[in-house]
């Protein structure tokens, strides 16, 4: 991040934060996490869980940096979970937010990309604490039909992946293998076994909601986008159906 950027982080937002902190019942820190010289914010709050986990932390994390693309964008409703219950919003209106979030689509190019990495360095098994989220999200985005209209968008495709190559480079992984149909996404070996002991850690955490998804569902999702990314090197240009 540029010192210019920093500044602005510095003596804008983190005031701006910590003003607004008290009321609720919050607390803003600086932390040092990521690259170096990158500033980050912590938000600190209060929750209604018993206790936190090593899966899911009492904060929320404000990153700033020139890395990230942010393109494309859509507005989001956020609201709480209390809010999505019928009951709940007879009786007391609860807060909401209207936000611009980063596009689904992108997302999930995003984390194939990231699965295509740590499939290809089981050296680096450290790396995959946390990871199995990825994994679900792309199922997720998958079922819900945002994972078929990303694998339909070429443009959006090719723009992820000459970002992550000029940006985010890793030894002895090709990003433009998703686009002929090499890329490796489906976890073998000893990264599959880590995988395998963090969806499971993740899923003990309450990290995931209760959703009750398998990760051999997971695993089957993800042989289909491998399919799909084949065929479609295969035949450029012709329209294929989902997965």
């Known amino acids: 991040m540029g010192l210019q950027a920093q500044a602005f982080v510095r003596d804008r937002i983190l005031p701006h934060l910590r003003a607004a902190a008290p009321a609720l019942d919050a607390r803003v820190q600086v932390v040092t996490e990521g690259e170096p010289a990158a500033l980050q914010l912590a938000l600190r709050y209060p929750t209604v869980l018993s206790a936190g986990t090593a ?70 098994l450290r790396r995959l604490v946390h990871f199995s989220r990825h994994l679900l999200g792309l199922h997720v985005l998958m079922q819900g039909g945002i994972g078929p209209a990303a694998l339909a968008d070429v443009a959006l495709r090719d723009d992820v992946i000459a970002t992550k190559t000029v940006l985010f480079r890793e030894a002895g992984v090709d990003d433009a293998d998703c686009c002929t149909g090499k890329a490796v996404i489906v976890p073998q070996g000893e990264v599959l076994r880590a995988l395998e002991q963090d969806y499971r850690e993740m899923e003990a955490s309450g990290m995931f909601g209760g959703e009750g998804i398998s990760l051999r569902d997971i695993l089957a999702t993800l042989r289909q986008v491998r399919e799909r990314l084949g065929r479609e090197a295969a035949a450029p240009g012709e329209v294929t159906g989902d997965p």
């Open 55 to 124: 899966h899911i932390r009492r904060r929320v994390l404000l990153e700033f940096g020139g890395k990230n693309r942010i393109e494309p964008r859509e507005q989001c409703i956020i609201r709480t979970y209390l809010g999505e219950d019928a009951q709940v919003r007879e009786a007391v209106e609860l807060p909401e937010a209207t936000v611009e979030v980063l596009d689904a689509r992108r997302t999930f190019w995003d984390k194939l990309t990231a699965l295509q990495v740590a499939c290809a360095q089981p050296q680096k």
